[in-house]
């Protein structure tokens, strides 16, 4: 069942247009030998909205990125990124028109053994570009966002410690291990009143360098 964002931050104020709903169309889990091109789980999509991808996955060497991503065999556009490091996690969109299912398809820079995809669509979104960006690696990762009335902002974090992880700024959606490779956390909220210089935080439990993208949209 999809799960629809409800946390609202302010009561529809400074926006003279519906706020922007971010629906989960699910998550999967990839894994197996290592392969520089992956591709998720099938996900339903029940109308012609843009859809959003975040892209989590480990190499351990080598500085791993995201180089090209489809949606629905449609071409994405990378909206966010950490830095490229050991670790990596990416967001991506693409207006996703006349299907009923959707794959995300990601090819990276080096060969893993497998992502974590997670998507979404987004209802009353006015434009499927960033409006502000955070990306960071560190201990904890961190930055500062604006964001404007009736927006999302949808961050990420990867790391190669089982631990959780503590959220500041936006809601945690998941916080999970994916069984002996890496970390992957997520967070998001919605906000009715616009955002200027929002502090967003993902911190470890655990001692343990985190790789961080948020993005804002409206």
Same mark, same amino acid.
Do not use: K
């Given at each position: 069942?999809?799960?629809?964002? !409800?946390?609202?931050? =302010?009561?529809?104020?400074?926006?003279?247009?519906?706020?922007?709903?971010?629906?989960?169309? =699910?998550?999967?889990?990839? =894994?197996? @030998?290592?392969?520089?091109?992956?591709?998720?789980?099938?996900?339903?999509? $029940?109308?012609?909205?843009? *859809?959003?991808?975040?892209?989590?996955?480990?190499?351990? !060497?080598?500085?791993?990125? *995201?180089?090209?991503?489809?949606?629905?065999?449609? @071409?994405?556009?990378?909206?966010?990124?950490? +830095?490229?490091?050991?670790?990596?996690?990416?967001?991506?969109?693409?207006?996703?028109?006349? #299907?009923?299912?959707?794959?995300?398809?990601?090819?990276?820079? #080096?060969?893993?053994?497998?992502?974590?995809?997670?998507?979404?669509?987004?209802?009353?979104?006015? $434009?499927?570009?960033?409006?502000?960006?955070?990306?960071?690696?560190?201990? +904890?990762?961190?930055?500062?966002?604006?964001?404007?009335?009736?927006?999302?902002?949808?961050?990420?974090?990867?790391?190669?410690?089982?631990? !959780?992880?503590?959220?500041?700024?936006?809601?945690?959606?998941?916080?999970?291990?994916?069984?002996?490779?890496?970390?992957?956390?997520?967070?998001?909220?919605?906000?009715? $009143? @616009?955002? $200027?210089? #929002?502090?967003?935080?993902?911190?470890?439990?655990?001692?343990?360098?985190?790789?961080?993208?948020?993005?804002?949209?409206?």
């Amino acid at each position: 069942m999809p799960l629809i964002l !409800t946390h609202l931050n =302010g009561f529809n104020a400074g926006s003279s247009t519906p706020d922007v709903i971010l629906t989960s169309l =699910g998550a999967s889990l990839e =894994g197996g @030998a290592l392969s520089s091109s992956w591709t998720s789980d099938s996900f339903a999509v $029940t109308a012609n909205l843009p *859809v959003v991808a975040m892209i989590h996955t480990r190499r351990g !060497t080598g500085g791993i990125s *995201v180089t090209s991503c489809t949606i629905g065999g449609f @071409a994405a556009t990378q909206l966010a990124a950490s +830095p490229a490091g050991n670790d990596h996690v990416s967001i991506w969109g693409a207006s996703v028109t006349g #299907l009923t299912s959707i794959d995300v398809a990601a090819e990276f820079s #080096l060969s893993t053994s497998g992502p974590y995809f997670r998507a979404w669509s987004l209802t009353n979104l006015l $434009t499927l570009s960033a409006r502000d960006t955070i990306s960071d690696t560190g201990d +904890p990762a961190s930055g500062t966002i604006d964001c404007p009335a009736g927006g999302v902002i949808i961050g990420g974090g990867t790391n190669n410690t089982n631990t !959780t992880h503590t959220w500041t700024g936006i809601t945690e959606i998941v916080d999970a291990y994916s069984g002996g490779t890496y970390n992957y956390t997520q967070a998001s909220d919605a906000f009715a $009143t @616009a955002q $200027t210089g #929002l502090t967003i935080e993902c911190n470890p439990a655990s001692a343990s360098t985190l790789y961080m993208a948020a993005v804002s949209l409206r």
